[in-house]
């Protein structure tokens, strides 16, 4: 689980590809709480081979699962 809630973008997509750069997981979790992140990490895990299916949660919070 990557928890980038408070970070500004590129923070979040940067945990996103060092997660994905160290063990090429076949789900990978990521919470964010804010727009901007959700499109940068769909983008990016799209381009990857995942596919994104995003929660939207309490207080704009986003639950992004990435599935390989």
């Known amino acids: 689980m990557i928890?980038?809630?408070g970070l500004a973008c590129p923070m979040?997509?940067?945990m996103v590809?060092?997660?994905v750069k160290d063990g090429a997981p076949a789900t990978v979790e990521v919470l964010v709480?804010?727009?901007c992140a959700v499109e940068n990490i769909t983008r990016y895990?799209?381009?990857q081979g995942?596919?994104?299916s995003v929660q939207e949660q309490e207080n704009e919070e986003?639950?992004?699962?990435?599935t390989k």
């Open 3 to 5: 928890d980038a809630r």
């Open 12 to 14: 979040p997509v940067v």
């Open 17 to 19: 590809q060092k997660a």
């Open 33 to 35: 709480d804010n727009q």
């Open 45 to 47: 895990a799209s381009h």
């Open 50 to 52: 995942y596919r994104v």
């Open 62 to 66: 986003f639950a992004l699962t990435l």
